[in-house]
């Protein structure tokens, strides 16, 4: 379906949000706190798909809203920002992605989220939708920053503070703040920091819902902190924004790939440093994506036969992988011959 730009709001300097009429009355889109939207941007006659997270929360927002961050070289992103303009259309996908909530009324629960950047779009979809649906429960919001400057929804959430000041509590961590002040933290998030945070809200890490959203390198330091004072994996929801950069060896390796897909198989040739998901795309062959960096699960299939290796950041679990669950998009042949189910 189409969605009608009906505003575009400068957030910081790198930053803007892009808002949707959300369709009619009889086909308005529904997402859960948390999720993504996958827009169609067509530029020079190419048509781009890109997921981005909506800021808007779909209990109290009327309206749909996704933030974009200026990424550098980055084709979409530069062209929201710098062309983008109110009253377009743009061809979108149905919501999706793994990372959300779901408030429930009776509840009363912990939440621990960590943010990064532009990691805090989803969650503040997510610390509104709680305040709001989950009246019980408690929210602590870490959220990392180059500079003050740079903190996306800034106002939004000091107003968001002042409205629930009983259940809603906020910590930033500011890298090039020199001292320290009330709740914005000098320096980088450290095992030191955040048991300072902890401590301040008679926190133990305990069997919370903590969820991560943010650059590869924060999100690992934070799991490795997390980790370190008994907080398994597999109790914490993660979404990545940025993948790490990686260097895939492999260009000699021609793997014989057989994808099958809704009852066709299609066998293509791949060369080991290109990923499953890139080679279907420039022969045609038709399987889902969306963001293209293993940020969500749009394009999970399940490997049958053969090895291919996943670049890190994404958000498999571990048992996931073992079952032979991958990526396209992240995933480089490196067997001979491959089959892919999708």
Not at 69 to 84: A, C, P, Q, T
Not at 318 to 331: A, M, R
């Amino acid at each position: 379906m189409k969605l009608l730009v009906k505003n575009i709001i400068k957030e910081t300097n790198d930053a803007v949000s892009v808002c949707f009429k959300n369709g009619n009355l009889f086909k308005k889109l529904k997402y859960k706190p948390g999720q993504f939207l996958t827009i169609h941007v067509p530029i020079d006659e190419v048509v781009h798909k890109r997921a981005y997270s909506f800021s808007s929360n779909p209990y109290t927002d009327k309206d749909l809203k996704i933030t974009i961050k200026r990424v550098e070289k980055g084709l979409v992103s530069n062209y929201v920002h710098d062309h983008l303009r109110v009253g377009e259309k743009l061809v979108v996908d149905n919501p999706a992605g793994s990372f959300y909530v779901e408030p429930v009324n009776e509840h009363k629960k912990q939440y621990v989220l960590f943010a990064g950047g532009s990691g805090i779009t989803p969650m503040f979809s997510i610390v509104k939708s709680v305040l709001t649906e989950e009246k019980d429960s408690n929210v602590l919001l870490i959220y990392a920053n180059q500079n003050v400057e740079s903190i996306i929804f800034h106002d939004e959430i000091k107003a968001l503070k002042n409205e629930y000041p009983d259940t809603f509590f906020v910590e930033h961590i500011i890298s090039s703040n020199l001292t320290d002040s009330d709740n914005y933290h000098s320096g980088l998030a450290t095992h030191k920091l955040l048991n300072k945070i902890f401590s301040r809200h008679q926190l133990a890490y305990d069997d919370h819902t903590y969820m991560i959203c943010g650059p590869f390198g924060y999100m690992e330091k934070i799991k490795e902190i997390l980790k370190d004072n008994g907080v398994s994996r597999d109790k914490i929801k993660i979404e990545v924004f940025k993948s790490p950069k990686v260097k895939v060896s492999g260009k000699n390796l021609l793997s014989d790939v057989t994808l099958k897909v809704e009852g066709e198989s299609h066998e293509i040739k791949v060369r080991g440093d290109k990923s499953i998901l890139e080679q279907a795309m420039f022969e045609s062959i038709v399987i889902p994506y969306s963001c293209r960096a293993g940020m969500c699960s749009t394009c999970r299939a399940k490997c049958t036969s053969g090895k291919v290796k996943m670049t890190e950041g994404h958000l498999l679990s571990e048992s996931d992988v073992e079952n032979g669950d991958i990526l396209t998009c992240i995933s480089y042949p490196v067997s001979d011959k491959v089959v892919i189910e999708i």
